[in-house]
């Protein structure tokens, strides 16, 4: 595949306006790979004209949803065809193994397309409960333009979750791609063509957050926008919205999710591994990391004597390497404010039990140590803050009501793990544990069949799963009467 550096807009590859371009960077080494072009407000209005267009048009909005799903199926054998070229190109624009982006990103991504293409002609309409003179039709609809601005933890596979199920809905999309990780996107649209995606219907528009994303935050002819990111620019899309036409909005943000260990736990060593991978999969760099333990005070010292066995087995190195299983962060610039944030937490009290510096597997690339750090302060920064790197917070608790205290004392509610082997306990607290998922015995087990997505400043909607359709349809009611 050529490395596509244009936006995609009405079906083709074309450069900003003002063809203006920005760098998109290797972490790997800090090379750049390329200049792409840097869209604009005038880059938005084109797409989103292009993306009406073709929504009115109706060659996919009002298809036979069996015909959508072809294409989407299609779609995803195509990027299993080139998972090679695909895996290359995301774990060069972000830092991942490439093991994982073979493994993982690319297939993942490509799994979500193939499920919303497989599932969009199963689901049916209602019929309302009407006396017999009448017949009430409820259908769902798309909603026609939907915006989609992603960040750069897992281009592919959050471009997937929102593409998906809004495509194969009918509607039209224009997405924006993080600055850092835009290429994998634009590899996506050119695909989603080949498969058969009509002009107009997809658009990728490659640009910075302050100019291409809030231009379609603020767009007055998009319906939706479906954001995933920070908190603060999560708030901001919601006052975009507020502010021009009142477009919904769904977000997906961050989190400070605890893996709470109970001394009951049947396996520590089970435990202390998948909060391990929990942590420094994708160092760190993951929404709903497992970046707390709240573990109680007798289970303690067996319990971090085997997490920092597991952090020694994450060694930083070459993410193009393929056994590599701790790759490079997404820049310099944030590895930095990661190892900032280690530093000031040990300034104020906080016990570094391993890592906290930096690594240099490659020279000029963004690699750190895995980094376990003890707090007694519930209320200190890196207890509070989401710091999305390799760092896990390590809390202790004096008993089981305690550590659901500690586990729910955060503003974000995304996810949460709980270790025990007791069935009422696990109950008990699964139930009070706000977040979106919790897992129990495990971390991370997910199927496109489960929903996912935040509680409190986590967000609003969830991606996967049929009720990520709610997100991008409408419904409708058409009262026909019989008399
Ligand atoms: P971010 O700064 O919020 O950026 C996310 C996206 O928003 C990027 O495309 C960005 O463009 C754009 N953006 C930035 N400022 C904007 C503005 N003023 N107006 C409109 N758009 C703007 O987040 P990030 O640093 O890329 O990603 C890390 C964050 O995302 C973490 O907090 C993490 O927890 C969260 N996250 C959450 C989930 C989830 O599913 N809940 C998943 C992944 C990540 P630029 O790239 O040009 O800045
Ligand atoms: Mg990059």
């Known amino acids: 595949m050529t490395v596509r550096i244009e936006a995609f807009i009405d079906g083709r590859f074309v450069p900003a306006a003002d063809g203006r371009t920005f760098a998109t960077v290797a972490p790997r080494d800090g090379s750049e790979i390329a200049q792409v072009a840097r869209g604009d407000a005038r880059d938005v209005d084109r797409a989103v004209a292009a993306a009406r267009r073709a929504f009115e048009h109706g060659d996919w909005a009002l298809a036979d949803p069996a015909h959508r ?47 919303y293409g497989e599932a969009i002609d199963k689901v049916y309409g209602e019929i309302a409960p009407t006396a017999a003179d009448a017949l009430a039709l409820i259908g769902r609809e798309p909603l026609g ?103 919904a909005v769904s977000l997906e943000l961050g989190g400070k999710s605890p893996q709470v260990v109970l001394a009951d736990a049947a396996d520590l060593q089970a435990a202390a591994e998948a909060i391990g991978w929990g942590i420094f999969y994708n160092a760190g760099q993951t929404c709903h990391a497992g970046s ?133 306990t696990a109950g008990r607290l699964a139930r009070r544990l706000r977040a979106g998922t919790v897992w129990v015995n495990t971390f991370d087990a997910s199927s496109m069949a489960t929903p996912f997505g935040g509680m409190k400043d986590s967000g609003r909607g969830r991606d996967r799963s049929l009720h990520a359709l709610d997100s991008y349809t409408q419904l409708k009611t058409t009262w026909i009467s019989l008399t």
């Not at 007055?220 to 919601?238: E, M, W, Y």
């Not at 937490?345 to 490659?362: C, L, R």
């Not at 302060?377 to 509070?384: H, K, Q």
């Open 69 to 115: 799903g072809r294409v989407l199926v299609r779609l995803a054998e195509l990027m299993t065809e080139r998972l090679d070229d695909l895996a290359q190109l995301e774990s060069r624009d972000t830092g991942h193994p490439i093991g994982d982006a073979r493994s993982v990103d690319v297939p993942n991504a490509a799994r979500c397309f193939a499920w």
């Open 145 to 247: 333009v939907v915006g989609a601005v992603v960040p750069w933890n897992y281009p592919l596979i959050i471009s997937a979750w929102k593409l998906a199920p809004a495509l194969a809905a009918g509607n039209s999309v224009v997405l924006k791609p993080a600055e850092q990780s835009p290429l994998s996107a634009l590899a996506l649209a050119e695909l989603a063509a080949e498969a058969g995606i009509p002009a107009g219907v997809l658009n990728v528009v490659p640009g910075f957050g302050e100019e291409a994303g809030q231009a379609l935050g603020r767009h007055g002819d998009v319906d939706k926008l479906a954001f995933t990111g920070s908190v603060p620019v999560g708030r901001l899309f919601q006052r975009y919205a507020g502010e021009s036409n009142g477009k």
């Open 292 to 424: 707390r333990v709240v573990v109680e005070r007798s289970a303690r010292d067996e319990l971090v004597a085997r997490l920092q066995d597991i952090a020694g087995g994450f060694v930083p190195a070459d993410p193009m390497a393929p056994d590599t299983v701790l790759g490079a962060l997404i820049s310099t610039e944030h590895r930095d404010g990661v190892i900032g944030r280690v530093e000031r937490a040990a300034a104020d009290g906080a016990q570094i039990i391993t890592g906290g510096a930096q690594a240099e597997p490659v020279p000029g690339g963004a690699y750190m140590h895995p980094t376990l750090i003890e707090a007694e302060d519930p209320a200190s920064a890196i207890v509070t803050e989401e710091v999305f790197g390799p760092v896990l917070v390590i809390q202790t608790a004096d008993d089981v009501d305690h550590a659901l205290a500690l586990a729910n004392d955060t503003r974000y509610g995304l996810a949460a793990a709980l270790w025990t082997s007791d069935i009422r």
